[in-house]
């Protein structure tokens, strides 16, 4: 089967890549073409933009959660319904588990989807002749022959012709095209990564305006053969089993502070037989009526705990709940959320659902920072013995971290106990990915069905 599909990858994070990305599926839907957006590895924001570009959720990938065949399922349930599929790096190109390993890298999964590459260089600060040196060195690193274009991002007008006719002499790639330096198109960090896309003033009117310079100054029929050119491919579709039965309406907590999740888990759970009810925390003045479970994954509630905490009668709300036993999951944001407090920045601790006995805070530094496999101590949510895989990014911290779960950091083989856990909650620090252990997503629907609304 023919799926057109190319990677944007880079030398480093803080590259562009998100940028040229964005401006490419904005590119390509202003050509009324159809594309679809993935991102490697376990971030959160960057599909955000993608989706903002695009209209339409976009998937993550990852050669860590998933292996060659199930990542290879993953990306052509979408893949098989667009024409062409535009996947953006993570980090550095060859940068994996530990920094020391290729696997989980975007090179990982350019391989897994044998999908060209273009490379995006941040030129600012170099000569022709220092990235001579740079881009010869991924080259050289490139045994798969993968790399196929370089667009140089940062670059002049007046120096393209002629880096642009230096490098093509030294070196076997071509290179695509430039993007001039425009301070309004950078987009802001903060600790979890960058700032959120609807935190940008006019960000869709600067897409455009950034998307026609794009096509200006990058071969954008270039990249279009290039995707084109990917080798056809024989990969199996991977379905989940929907129930023959109703649908349990489950409610999920979903607003500016709240909106970390992997679509795919969205996808599992839809599909063995949940109807996902979206309700607000920030907003709302109660739970959805009628649900039969919660769902609480991550965000920034530390940037919102004071409007949060003042909630009350949506932490009432959450609380009867949890004591009337529904079932719930609460992911990072979400597990600070059930706690007693939150420390938000300005110093001052905001009291929030209490479900969990213990204070959230600011530690001042990354904690436990990277990917995990989680087992259980006793069979409840995953089962027979199994393991989920996932992946923790997060500086603040609690003294009740639970441990009815052991978390096995890879390639460091350290382990820790971690996550509470009984017969109907799931409640930790890790963003779980169920497509590694679908049984996770299975059980707690089932768990679910089971609950009465009082």
């Known amino acids: 089967m023919h799926f057109p599909r190319v990677m944007l990858a880079a030398p480093r994070s803080g590259s562009g890549k998100t940028l040229l990305t964005c401006l490419l599926l904005k590119s390509l839907v202003n050509e009324d073409l159809k594309p679809a957006a993935f991102k490697c590895g376990p971030d959160f924001i960057d599909p955000m933009f993608h989706k903002r570009a695009l209209g339409i959720p976009s998937k993550n990938l990852d050669t ?64 022709g002749m220092s990235l001579t040196a740079e881009i010869r060195g991924y080259l050289d690193y490139d045994r798969d022959h993968l790399i196929s274009g370089v667009i140089l991002n940062g670059m002049t007008p007046s120096s393209y012709e002629m880096v642009k006719r230096h490098l093509e002499k030294e070196l076997d790639v071509q ?29 869709n009117q600067k897409l455009e305006v950034a998307a026609a310079q794009f096509r200006k100054s990058v071969n954008f029929v270039n990249i279009l053969e290039i995707a084109e050119g990917a080798p056809d491919v024989d990969w199996e579709v991977l379905r989940h089993r929907v129930p023959n039965q ?5 409610g999920i907590a979903a607003d500016e502070a709240f909106r970390f999740y992997y679509e795919d888990n969205l996808s599992i759970l839809r599909d063995f037989g949940c109807k996902l009810i979206p309700f607000s925390p920030l907003h709302d003045k109660s739970i959805p009526e009628g649900v ?157 069905r089971r609950y009465t609304v009082e």
Not at 73 to 84: C, G, N, S, W, Y
Not at 246 to 250: S, V, Y
Not at 338 to 367: C, Q, R, W
């Open 292 to 448: 039969q479970g919660l769902i609480f994954y991550g965000g920034y509630p530390e940037l919102y705990a004071k409007s949060l905490s003042a909630n009350k009668s949506m932490l009432k709300s959450v609380r009867n709940a949890i004591e009337n036993r529904m079932p719930s999951i609460a992911e990072c944001g979400g597990f600070m959320y059930l706690g007693e407090s939150i420390e938000a920045a300005d110093g001052a601790e905001y009291p929030m659902v209490g479900a969990i006995h213990t204070k959230f805070y600011n530690s001042g530094h990354l904690v436990r920072f990277g990917y995990m496999s989680v087992s259980e101590k006793e069979d409840s949510f995953l089962g027979n013995g199994r393991a989920i895989r996932g992946h923790e990014f997060h500086y603040y911290n609690c003294n009740n971290n639970g441990s009815d779960c052991v978390a096995y950091k890879p390639v460091r083989a350290k382990t820790w106990d971690c996550v509470h856990v009984d017969d109907v909650h799931w409640w930790g620090w890790p963003h779980l990915y169920y497509s590694s252990c679908p049984s996770y997503a299975e059980n707690f629907i089932r768990k679910c």
């Open 175 to 203: 290179i695509i095209g430039y993007m001039p330096h425009d301070k309004n198109l950078k987009f802001d960090s903060r600790h979890l990564g960058l700032v959120m896309p609807d935190e940008i003033a006019g960000l």
């Open 246 to 250: 109703d649908l349990i309406p489950i």
């Open 64 to 127: 860590f959660f998933t292996d060659v065949k199930k990542t290879r399922k993953l990306f052509m349930e979408t893949a098989i319904h667009v024409d062409i599929s535009v996947v953006e790096g993570v980090m550095g190109l060859y940068d994996g588990i530990g920094g020391v390993s290729e696997k989980a890298s975007s090179y990982d999964v350019a391989r897994a989807l044998h999908c060209p590459i273009i490379l995006v260089v941040d030129v600012r600060g170099m000569g």
